[in-house]
């Protein structure tokens, strides 16, 4: 596993060096002069080079992308235009809300998600399987924008159950982490279903109905077992979904996140954050994707040895 | 080595094989009932996007100081917004874009996919190294995020998120394909083309493109749900279709505001983004239960 | 008079196929005794498959179902017992053993973990007697290192070695019955060869009957004391295994027999049956194997042939051997 673990790592390496090249580039490859844009409209010309000068844009551009990558190896993420602040330490204060927002909702429709799969599939054709996919398609088809307004109508306006929005204790995550889990639950429930459909249908299912088990040792020692492995590779890789999708949801709910910070700073043109927060989301996809493909090997028997 | 009667053969052949798949495709998708009535929506629809403008009661434009946030009625079968905009008619119109959005943005991204799919499935080598890290990269961030950093970058604008969602859709299609390509380059067949001189383009078009048709099909179907739901999204969030223009995401941006109190606002707008989208899933469920091998031969 | 442990009566099973049933077994017939071996021989689309899944009411997941007869297993009618009852005896009394050891263990779980399962719950051990079992089992079986395929993977074994832990799998509780289908099909000949005299060994030491499917004569004349022919989901031979080999009497049987290769025997064109097995939605009218038959007569065509007793130990389905009160025209 650890060797597998690490050439994945070395594998990751000049991906890394792609993106960080790429969030580097981000400032020059928007339309116009940066240091301009910065600036503002109404700046002079001494503004706009005094502005180039304090952003570092007058150096040569490898010298600007060595100094880039010196300073995210110290953790100097810049300053920010708007607030002044050093970048990492706006990111310190949004970045644990959003991580526990999308640990909850990855929580909650993973299981949610599974059981529906299992009983879809266990009742295929009939009412449960019907009642679960219909859930299913439809929770791939609604906006979570709008889920999360239709929430806050009922819950918080209506029943005033909840908060409407910000972070003011525990029951400021529940509406948030419903709306993002909405979409992840329904995915991992067709999966379920179609990966617990598939094994059903394997010979060694005969094989443990024929030694007499309980028809519910079949399904979840054997079926499930099985498609464990895959279901749980899938809901790891919707953990992209979840940082896109928490972008809107924070939004909505104008919850204190990352995902806000990021919509916020493009609304002000606060390059410096946008940057650094584009590449902390790639970073974390990423990670979460060597992960997820650490855990499969782990999880598969036939890869465990072979590797 | 090719006599005239085997190229009459293969012609004749050729329109016998076209005519019975299609055929035997439509009896098993019209059992699917769902799929069904979702397509005729679709077809509603895109009539609605088209002739849309033409019928719509008002001008989804245009103010009415005198009605201003009315609940659906009679006169206005969505209610008004706002500035007194007939919110009905601005869903037809909102129709039209979102579905050219979605379509173009899908559409350009398939074709770009493809291209890059089968040349990097065929010529193998560096050409397929270069491709597959370039879409490895792509890949390494979330959809909706590329979407907004290229937005973000390009500026708002709904050309640009025509562009953005177009660019996150090219990586899973080049995938698609190249893999697809792999696989029916293993086939004897296409050996036996090449041996008999056939030039690669025409391998290409003619034995390999079409063992991938069924999986684009389905993917291309699910896909515009995605790009509806992403489109609308970057439009909620500002960075997209410009508040005036009747998209259904930005006018759900604009009627939030009003949500404790003329909830309609909110709600019709999002339950024409719903529809459209489930129609499309359901659409690609069916197709998916028709022409997926693994689900055909039980 | 040895019991019979088996005894399958005008067995017909159906599938459900868009909304039409299809009966593929229709009216078998057969019974084994204790210690027997019977080997229940017929092309592919016989239904020799799909009777050994009868017998076991193995239908989860499928349409199949058992529409008419009986099955008195150790004197009770398995047809006429519930889910659960039968799942007491799959396993412990009845066991079943499949043609694919590739497939037919689970990947995922561990060999111990497999074979414990049916002992831990059949004879209700506790772990650590279930797990001394499990190794006393693979050990009869012929594998030397036991204790450590405890911990190991399917994948990690060869085909023989799964073959084997099935059959540890299925004797594990001592059953009465074994239901061997194709058990060595999908094995090379040598380890084919090793399978059934593992078979015949476990039989010889816990007086089994096992019910040995396959469509290999070569394996029949090997193992089985008795032999019974099935086509097109009928039974149309039954005898005892010499006599059978020594002298076929449906024109069916002679032509299985007839195209099995003979060393010595200088061909130009070897020997089959022409024609092939009919389709259960197209089933032809009286004598299913008629349209093949290199004997057939009018009547064949238009009734189908009854069971005819030749002997004690002999019965055949044809109407050649019927009583002599019938028109036959040749």
């Known amino acids: ?307 | 080595m090719t006599s005239p009667t085997t190229v009459q053969n293969s012609q004749v052949q050729k329109k016998q094989r076209k005519y019975s798949p299609l055929k035997e495709f439509w009896k098993s998708f019209k059992k699917q009932k769902a799929a069904l009535l979702a397509s005729i929506f679709i077809g509603l629809l895109i009539v609605v996007a088209i002739i849309g403008p033409y019928i719509a009661p008002y001008d989804p434009f245009e103010p009415d100081y005198d009605a201003l946030l009315e609940g659906p009625s009679a006169s206005h079968l969505a209610g008004t917004d706002e500035y007194g905009r007939d919110i009905f008619s601005r869903l037809i119109v909102g129709a039209k874009i979102s579905l050219m959005v979605s379509f173009s943005a899908v559409f350009l991204g398939l074709i770009l996919g493809t291209i890059l799919g089968l040349i990097s499935g065929y010529f193998g080598g560096w050409i397929d190294k270069v491709i597959m890290r370039s879409c490895d990269v792509l890949f390494s961030f979330p959809d909706l995020l590329l979407a907004i950093a290229i937005v973000a970058l390009l500026g708002p604008g709904i050309n640009n998120v025509i562009i953005a969602v177009m660019i996150f859709s090219v990586p899973s299609f080049a995938r698609l394909v190249r893999g697809a390509t792999l696989n029916a380059k293993e086939n004897v067949y296409v050996e036996a083309a090449q041996s008999m001189g056939a030039s690669h383009v025409r391998v290409l078009w003619k034995h390999i493109f079409p063992e991938t048709i069924s999986e684009l099909i389905i993917f291309v179907t699910m896909r515009i749900g995605t790009a509806i739901l992403a489109a609308s999204g970057l439009s909620f969030l500002g960075l997209g279709a410009s508040p005036e223009m009747p998209e259904w995401g930005v006018m759900l941006s604009s009627g939030r505001d009003y949500l404790g109190t003329s909830s309609h606002v909110v709600i019709m707008p999002g339950i024409a983004i719903f529809l459209t989208v489930l129609a499309f899933n359901l659409i690609g469920d069916g197709l998916r239960d028709v022409l997926d091998p693994k689900i055909k031969n039980n | 008079m040895t019991e019979h442990v088996l005894q399958v009566s005008d067995l017909e099973t159906s599938f459900m196929r868009d909304k039409t049933e299809i009966k593929i077994l229709r009216g078998v017939n057969f019974s084994i005794r204790k210690g027997e071996i019977l080997g229940l021989v017929g092309e592919s689309g016989s239904g020799k498959s799909l009777t050994s899944l009868s017998i076991m009411q193995l239908f989860h997941g499928t349409t199949g179902k058992i529409v008419k007869g009986s099955i008195y297993f150790n004197g009770e009618d398995l047809t006429k017992m519930s889910e659960s009852e039968i799942r007491k005896i799959r396993g412990k009394q009845m066991a079943m053993i499949f043609q694919e050891p590739m497939t037919s263990l689970n990947p995922v779980l561990k060999i111990g973990k497999q074979l414990m399962e049916a002992i831990e719950m059949h004879l209700k051990l506790p772990k650590s007697e279930s797990k001394h079992h499990a190794i006393q089992m693979l050990k009869s079986v012929g594998i030397g290192r036991a204790e450590e395929i405890i911990h190991e993977y399917p994948h990690q074994l060869s085909g023989g070695m799964r073959q084997r832990v099935m059959i540890a799998m299925a004797m594990a509780c001592h059953p009465n019955l074994l239901i061997a289908d194709e058990p060595t099909t999908a094995l090379d000949v040598t380890i084919q060869a090793q399978i059934l005299e593992l078979m015949k060994k476990l039989k010889e030491e816990n007086e089994t009957a096992i019910l040995l499917i396959t469509h290999d004569l070569g394996v029949v004349a090997e193992m089985c004391d008795k032999v019974v022919v099935m086509y097109a989901g009928q039974v149309v031979e039954e005898a005892d295994v010499f006599e059978l080999f020594a002298s076929p009497k449906h024109p069916y049987t002679k032509g299985l027999i007839a195209s099995v290769p003979k060393i010595g025997d200088k061909k130009e064109v070897l020997d089959s049956i022409n024609g092939h097995v009919p389709s259960p939605q197209n089933m032809p009218k009286g004598c299913k194997f008629a349209p093949r038959c290199n004997q057939v007569m009018s009547i064949c065509q238009e009734e189908s042939p009854p069971t005819v007793e030749i002997s004690a130990t002999r019965q055949c389905s044809c109407w050649l051997y019927a009583k002599k009160d019938v028109e036959v025209n040749a």
């Open chain 1, 1 to 307: 596993m650890w060797k597998y673990t690490a050439r994945r790592i070395v594998e990751m390496i000049p991906i890394l060096i792609v993106i960080s090249i790429l969030t580097f580039l981000f400032i020059h490859l928007i339309p116009g002069d940066p240091a301009r844009l910065v600036a503002g409209k109404d700046a002079t010309i001494e503004d706009v080079e005094n502005v180039r000068h304090e952003l570092g844009l007058d150096k040569p551009i490898l010298k600007q992308y060595v100094d880039y990558m010196k300073n995210l190896m110290t953790g100097e993420l810049g300053t920010s235009l708007t607030t002044g602040l050093p970048v990492i330490d706006m990111f310190k204060t949004r970045f644990m809300p959003s991580l526990h927002l999308t640990f909850l909702s990855m929580l909650w429709a993973t299981l949610i998600g599974l059981m529906i799969g299992v009983f879809s599939a266990i009742n295929k054709n009939k009412w449960p399987d019907y009642f679960g996919m219909v859930t299913a398609v439809s929770g791939i088809s609604i906006p979570g924008f709008w889920l999360g307004l239709l929430l806050i109508q009922l819950f918080s306006v209506q029943l005033g159950l909840f908060p409407t929005g910000g972070l003011d204790g525990f029951s400021s995550y529940i509406l948030p982490s419903l709306t993002l889990g909405a979409g992840i639950m329904s995915m991992i429930a067709r999966f379920t279903r179609s990966s617990m459909l598939e094994t059903l249908q394997a010979d060694f299912i005969r094989t443990g109905r024929a030694k007499g088990l309980k028809e519910h040792s079949v399904i979840v020692t054997h079926a499930l077992r099985n498609s464990l492995i895959s279901v749980v590779t899938v809901a790891g890789l919707q953990f992209g979904f979840l940082l896109g999708g928490s972008v809107v949801v924070e939004t909505v709910f104008s919850f204190p996140g990352m995902g806000r910070l990021l919509i916020d700073s493009i609304a002000f043109r606060d390059y410096p954050v946008i940057q650094s927060a584009l590449l902390l989301f790639a970073f974390e996809f990423i990670l979460v994707n060597l992960i997820v493909d650490v855990l499969y090997t782990v999880l598969n028997p036939k890869i465990q040895l072979d590797s």
